[in-house]
């Protein structure tokens, strides 16, 4: 069972990245699944989920109207589109399945049976 997180890269303040997000040995589509980052220095923080139904999406407050969450069943992936980014957003970005998502702030809760990809570095700055 493993997840593998791509896409990360360094990109300029005002650019666009996009994130995959590879299972294997089971089906995303069991599961409802959280991006999370965790910038140097700072904890881990949730910053996008969509539930196991694939309806809803979910985004916390900070990348909210920037970055867009979908997932593909049929390729087993999911992606996230970050457009005009910050360098705030400066992070190593994780993929994970997740409990459920959490609709009043936004975000993933992941549980300790949840399953990690690696992580994918995304720099920004000029």
């Known amino acids: 069972l493993q997840l593998q997180a791509s896409g990360g890269g360094l990109v300029q303040p005002g650019g666009s990245l996009r994130l995959s997000c590879a299972a294997s040995g089971f089906t995303l589509a069991h599961y409802a699944i959280g991006w999370f980052r965790q910038a140097p220095g700072k904890e881990r923080e949730g910053v996008s989920c969509?539930?196991?139904?694939?309806?809803?999406?979910y985004y916390y407050d900070s990348v909210k109207g920037r970055f867009t969450m979908s997932r593909d069943n049929a390729k087993n992936m999911v992606y996230l589109q970050m457009n005009n980014l910050k360098p705030e957003d400066t992070a190593v970005y994780y993929c994970?399945?997740?409990?459920?998502?959490?609709?009043?702030?936004?975000?993933?809760?992941?549980?300790?049976?949840?399953?990690w990809g690696q992580g994918t570095l995304v720099t920004v700055s000029s």
């Open positions: 994970a399945t997740v409990i459920d998502c959490l609709p009043l702030i936004g975000r993933p809760r992941a549980g300790p049976d949840d399953l």
């Open positions: 969509v539930n196991i139904e694939n309806t809803v999406t």
